[in-house]
Each structure stands twice: as C-alpha cells, then as structure tokens.
C-alpha cells in the first residue's frame, strides 16, 4: 500500500484477496468492548469518535494489517435498555447494523450470562444474515477450566438464540493480556468483503478524526458570521500528533490546523480586533475536540488567504477536496 495522506489507498496486484469493511463490538456495559477495540487498534492516539460522510457509525479505530482492514464502529440503539419496545426497537437495531459486515459479541469470562446478554443475542439474531462472533472476554480473569466452562455456555446460548448453527464462531480473548487478539482481528477479517482499504494506511484513526476536529473549528469560526463568510473558509487539520514526554493521565495532543479564507478581509473577520475573536473561535472548538478526542488538546489555529480557493482545482486539491 502507498501511504497517501488524505487519499484513499488504492489495491495494488499485491492486494489481491485483500478485505475490509466494518465490524461492531457490541454486548452489555462493562463487557469489555472499549479495551479491546483498543487491543485491536493497538494505537497510540485515542481512538475517538467521528463521523466520516460513509458511514452513520461512529467510528472507534480502524484496524490496518496484512491483507485487511477492519472498521470498528459503534451502532447506537444496540446497547440500549429495554426502554424501546418491540418492532421500534427491532428496526432501529436492524437499521443501525445494515451496514456492518459482522457483529463480535462480547461476554466476559468471570461473568455467568445474564439477562442483559440474552437481551443482547436476542436482538442480533433477529437481525439475521450478519454473522455473529461471540467473544469471551477477560479470560485473563479466570482460571482454564472457567474459561472453558464459559465458552461452553456460550455456545450453547447461541444455539438457543441463533438457531442450530449457533453463532459463527466462539472466540476466547483477552485485551489485557493481548491473548487472542490477533486471532480475533483475521476471524473478523474473514467476514469482511473482498475490497480495497476504506481508509489510507499509516495514520490510523487520523482521517476520520481529522474530518470530525475540521468540523468542529469550521462551526466555531462560522459562529455569528455565518452570513460574512458561509462558504469561503475552509478548515485543514494538518497534523494530530501526541505530545512527546507526557506521562499517563497526562497525555496532550497538538492539533495543527490552517483555517482558509479567499480574501483578506474575511481574514480578518475571523481573527478579529487584536486576535480575540480567533482566540474565542479556539476555545470554543478546543472543548468539542477535547470531548470528541478524549483527551487534552493544544490546539494551534492559522489563518491563511488562498485566493479564490473555491474555483481553482489546484487549490481544491491542496485543501482536501
Ligand atoms: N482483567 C481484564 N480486565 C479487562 C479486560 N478487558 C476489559 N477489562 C476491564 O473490564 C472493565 C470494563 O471494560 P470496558 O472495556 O470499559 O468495557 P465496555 O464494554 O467498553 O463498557 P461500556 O463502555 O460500559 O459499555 C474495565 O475495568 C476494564 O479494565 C481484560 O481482558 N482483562
């Protein structure tokens, strides 16, 4: 694969047989979900939340390997508590996972399975045609003979839910311990259709993020002067790169962004009398992106005039378009 920042990563000879596509984790809360998506990332950047035009998932990483890639998202309405009833729910579910190519179930292994995870099976089995990978969790947590004894109750939920073949597969992992993990990534990747990477290489979780923190700014910058400069700015994230020598919990990312306008005027209008209104632009987007990323961020915003960017290719190209 090349690495091509902001393009999409096109198949080579050598990516003959290569597959990719989305995949859900779902189960109950504290079933081990979060830890293990980043288990399968395997990522130093918080694998955050965004929203690329593709997809109505949020997106949780992306895993880039040999011959596949695996979108991790998250499908709202899977998790929820009963409070939906009947056919709403249903549609809402079936909805929400059409668009995913197979479901990891997750139930931890110190855990007997309980309503909650019944509850869960129950709603992905009348999804139908997905196929569903149930995973024991945390098998770290307990001794062989347990872990057996789990997947064996496993599979026999499956059958009880899915019907005879039960579920697609039962595969025990844990994130803790990295035990499995990688199995669990090519059994997923088996599901997943023959078709070039979705997303570039390299940078992981880079782009859709990047797409997410430009939205942010881009809202923030247009705030009360939406009518001056609708559609003649637009946003870059050049670079989201963690700051070096920060301990744990104290993690900050820089995020570098150059804001483009067409004319000097709107430059000004967006930096404001003496920087404040820039200065405010950043603080408003720095809390949504802190939110989004999950982390601290130093946000470091740039005004520049691209001149006409808006009807010159070249300059389209430049900024991402
Ligand atoms: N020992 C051990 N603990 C784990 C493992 N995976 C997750 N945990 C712990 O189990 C708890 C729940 O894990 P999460 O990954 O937050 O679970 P989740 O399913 O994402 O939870 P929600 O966000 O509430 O839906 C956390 O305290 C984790 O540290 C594992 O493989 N081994």
Not at 14 to 34: H, I, Q, T, W
Not at 60 to 68: C, F, L, M, P, S
Not at 147 to 165: C, D, F, N, P
Not at 250 to 266: A, G, T
Request: glycine share 10%; aromatic share 4%; net charge neutral.
């Amino acid at each position: 694969m090349t690495k091509q920042k902001g393009k999409l990563a096109m198949p080579t000879p050598k990516d003959e047989g290569f597959r990719a596509g989305f995949a859900v984790l779902a189960g109950r809360p504290n079933a081990g979900k979060s830890t293990l998506t980043n288990a399968l990332v395997g990522q130093k950047v918080a694998i955050t939340s965004a929203k690329p035009q593709t997809t109505r998932h949020t997106i949780r990483g992306i895993v880039h390997r040999e011959g596949y890639q695996l979108v991790l998202v998250d499908t709202p309405g899977l998790h929820r508590p009963r409070t939906l009833l009947g056919k709403r729910l249903n549609d809402l579910v079936a909805d929400t996972l059409s668009e995913v190519d197979a479901i990891g179930f997750c139930l931890p292994a110190n855990e007997k399975i309980g309503p909650g995870d019944r509850y869960i099976a129950q709603q992905l089995a009348n999804v139908g045609k997905k196929p569903v990978v149930a995973i024991v969790t945390k098998t770290d947590t307990v001794d062989r003979q347990a872990v057996t004894e789990q997947l064996i109750a496993v599979e026999k939920l499956g059958r009880e839910v899915m019907g005879e073949s039960g579920f697609a597969d039962v595969v025990p992992v844990s994130a803790v311990e990295e035990f499995q993990v990688e199995t669990l990534a090519s059994v997923l990747a088996g599901y997943m259709p023959l078709s070039p990477a979705l997303y570039p290489d390299g940078d992981l979780t880079d782009e859709p993020e990047a797409v997410m923190v430009a939205e942010l700014i881009r809202e923030a910058a247009l705030e009360g002067v939406r009518d001056e400069l609708p559609h003649s700015l637009a946003v870059v994230v050049e670079e989201i790169i963690p700051r070096e020598g920060r301990t744990e919990g104290h993690e900050l990312l820089d995020v570098r962004v150059n804001l483009y306008v067409e004319r000097p005027s709107q430059k000004a209008i967006v930096i404001g009398k003496g920087g404040a209104r820039l200065r405010e632009v950043g603080t408003n987007a720095r809390l949504g992106i802190e939110a989004l990323l999950g982390t601290r961020i130093y946000l470091d915003l740039h005004v520049k005039v691209a001149k006409d960017w808006q009807r010159d290719p070249k300059q389209l190209v430049k900024l991402g378009f």
